[in-house]
């Protein structure tokens, strides 16, 4: 192919050329935005993402992501919290400690701290300690970092025997809104899911599939 094409004449090349040369220009000067344009992005917007919280009946801006080595999301764990707050839990692999994340709308401060139940155990005495812009729980066998945001707070907690206390902190602190990509993972999708097709014992599986009624001897 390659010694025909040396043998074109110049006056057959020139088209070529000239057609191969415009479609670069073309090209070069097409928008970055042209490929993704071909292949659409499958993360959901925004307003799907604020659709999948409300469906939960969760806030949209309760809804917090961590992570933390070895442990990942276990998916039937995400729910509303309270009224309208938000709640997860990662598991270890290999150890099965439970790392929960619950964030709720309210307050934390030195006044209010010790009052405050760690986890769901109430009436448990509970210890506080500041540690930069958390605060470090303790109590009922469990401790928790506790982050207050504007009009929420944001906790990540596990039994004290389970899981370390620098573990923890690092979750905590790796705690944050979600972008599209992980609120797609984290919070179920809002479309039904497909039907499963009924399988039929009484259709054969060869001919015109019509239902097999033959009857045995005697019956």
Partial sequence: MIRHARVLPVLLLAPLLLTACGSEKADAGAPSGAASATFPDEVPDEGELTVRAQAMGVAP?????????GFTLAQQSVGVLGDDGFSATWVDGDTNALLRLAVDR????????PEQPVGDMSGE????ERDGDAWYRNGAGRHEYALPEE?????????????????????ALAAHRPDAAETDRLLPSTEPAPATPVERGDLPPFGDGAPDNHVDVGG
Avoid at 106 to 113: E, F, V
Avoid at 125 to 128: A, F, K, L, S
Avoid at 151 to 171: F, M
Wanted: hydrophobic share 40%.
């Fill in 106 to 113: 309210g307050s934390i401060t030195a006044g209010t701290c």
């Fill in 61 to 69: 801006e309760l809804v917090y992501v961590t992570e933390a080595p």
């Fill in 125 to 128: 005495h509970t210890t506080c």
């Fill in 151 to 171: 009009g929420h707070v944001v906790r990540v907690s596990a039994e004290t025997d389970a899981v370390p206390r620098d573990v923890l902190r690092a979750a």
